[in-house]
């Protein structure tokens, strides 16, 4: 496993729409297991493949209740409503107010390429939806309601 590089804003890779994954690789393993390490590594609670360079329809994702990691997620329903702050490894030092569904059902593929259904309400909502937003090239700062402000985290 290794500490991958985390892509930050600007970099064009997050603007771009990621391809389906297919079949599961020793590449692909390999692309997760570097996706949760860095994702712990940086104590982010989600990251897309586009993150770390790579144009793939994968997320990991971990509120703190043990990693998911989600091929080629989709959201299939969503409702209610929560504003609240939201911060991306990509744009490091900065967050911002994005208001988001409460409740989100999603489909997702597991490592082993079995369809699964994943129920998420207040942050995993957030999570999966911001998380699935950098498949499509998107990032949460087009979201922001008002100005993105600095973030200081101390340090543990």
Request: contains cysteine; proline residues 4%.
């Amino acid at each position: 496993m290794a500490i991958r590089k985390i892509r930050e804003i600007g970099d064009e890779v997050l603007t771009k729409v990621c391809k389906e994954v297919t079949k599961m690789t020793p590449r692909t393993t390999e692309l997760i297991d570097d996706m949760l390490e860095t994702m712990y590594e940086a104590m982010g609670v989600g990251l897309a493949a586009p993150q770390v360079g790579i144009l793939k329809r994968i997320v990991v994702i971990d509120i703190g209740e043990g990693p998911v990691v989600m091929i080629n997620p989709r959201i299939v329903e969503s409702s209610g409503e929560q504003t609240g702050e939201e911060g991306c490894l990509s744009v490091p030092g900065k967050s911002g107010i994005v208001t988001r569904p409460n409740y989100v059902k999603a489909v997702a593929l597991d490592e082993d390429m079995k369809e699964y259904e994943i129920e998420g309400e207040g942050l995993m909502a957030r999570a999966i939806c911001h998380e699935l937003e950098h498949l499509d090239g998107h990032l949460y700062v087009e979201k922001v309601e008002g100005e993105l402000h600095s973030t200081e985290y101390e340090e543990a």
